[in-house]
């Protein structure tokens, strides 16, 4: 494999246009700010097209159409989806051997395709299903009925407690389990009488899951992350939760138990979302942001506890300031007003 590309072939890798020196070699990629000229970067906004001339790159990936006289351009229809389509070019996922290791350990009746590879200290269970080329890290724990489908990547440290079903090309980070149980529990006088939790996590194709997330099992049926969501690190799921397709949550998000994600959702850091709510397709959910109601499609809420429509915070957030002012000028009417009446009682 080279281990550096003429600029004419990192265009055609990313169906861009080279412009320039189209047979200069690029060695390697980096930031916009410390770039060489022997790197490949890419400036996709303004901020950094105006900056262009001051850029000491090899190439540069910009929107179609953009101009430089002088640099050597690929014009792309996206820049930073190509620049991260070159990033893999340059920096291939490195997979370990296929086989399972003599530290491991697997139950009875464990059926794995072509090319999986299975770490030391891992432990598989009775049943489980592994599609072919997924890879199982050091120190995996599978419970018994799992399946797991093609291409999977499950980092080292992950559980995956047993009957869940993982999909193909699905990568799982570091400490994050799967299919712990759902927060379910019955008053029981002063007490708390545990309600079994008898469900499954099911995870779609092509999801990514993050470090240390926690997504439980459904009480009954099962918790559902659809095809294409994106979570951070530090993210909890509860029982029978639905994320919809193509839809990311940020770090340290929290969604309660029964509450419906919609397709290409956005939830920002340390959104929560209390339970039993349907949240639209297309919602974004600012940072911080409390969520005690549904949301319908297409709205943006904002920031605070409770959360509310974006325009609406916007106002609220000018009207703070003014307050203390808005309160002495109310105490004064307040004042006005009564010594009016009075007047009026005199009369």
């Known amino acids: 494999m080279p281990t550096d590309y003429s600029l004419i ?12 020196q189209k ?18 970067t890419f400036a996709g906004g303004v901020k950094y097209l105006k900056r262009i001339e001051d850029s000491l790159a090899g190439a540069i990936f910009v929107p179609k159409g953009f101009k430089a006289p002088g640099k050597n351009l690929i014009g792309v229809s996206n820049p930073q989806l190509a620049f991260a389509k070159v990033v893999e ?8 051997p296929s086989g399972i290791s003599n530290l491991s350990s697997t139950g009875s009746d464990v059926r794995t395709g072509d090319g999986v590879f299975i770490g030391a200290f891992a432990t598989v269970g009775n049943r489980v299903t592994i599609g072919s080329d997924s890879i199982i890290q050091n120190g995996v724990f599978i419970g018994d009925d799992v399946s797991i489908g093609d291409k999977a990547m ?13 999909g193909n090309r699905v990568t799982i980070h570091p400490g994050t389990v799967i299919g712990s149980d759902g927060y379910g529990f019955v008053p029981d006088g002063g007490r708390y009488h545990k309600i079994p939790q008898i469900g499954i996590v099911q995870i779609d194709d092509d999801v990514e899951i993050g470090a240390c997330n926690t997504i439980d099992r459904a009480t009954f049926g099962r918790t559902w992350i659809q095809r294409g969501v994106k979570t951070d690190n530090l993210v909890h799921i509860a029982h029978n939760v639905v994320v919809g397709e193509d839809s990311v ?6 969604i309660a138990g029964s509450t419906k994600i919609g397709h290409h959702a956005i939830l920002a850091g340390q959104a929560g979302i209390s339970g039993h709510l349907t949240i639209g397709n297309h919602v974004t959910v600012g940072p911080m942001t409390g969520v005690g109601k549904s949301v319908s499609d297409g709205e943006v809420v904002s920031s605070g506890s409770p959360s509310m429509p974006h325009r609406t915070w916007l ?6 300031p003014a307050l203390p002012e808005m309160k002495k000028k109310v105490t004064d009417l307040e004042k006005k007003l009564a010594d009016l009446e009075k007047i009026i009682e005199a009369r």
């Not at 499950?154 to 993982?166: A, F």
């Not at 949550?249 to 929290?254: D, N």
């Not at 106002?315 to 703070?320: A, F, H």
């Open 315 to 320: 106002r609220v957030q000018r009207v703070i």
């Open 249 to 254: 949550i940020v770090a340290q998000v929290g």
């Open 154 to 166: 499950i980092h080292p440290n992950v559980t995956i407690m047993n009957g869940c079903r993982i």
């Open 23 to 40: 047979e200069k070699r690029i060695s390697g990629v980096a930031p916009f700010e410390t770039a060489d000229s022997s790197q490949i």
């Open 89 to 96: 070019l340059y920096h291939p996922t490195v997979r370990p």
């Open 9 to 20: 072939e990192i265009a055609e890798a990313t169906n861009g246009e080279a412009v320039g």
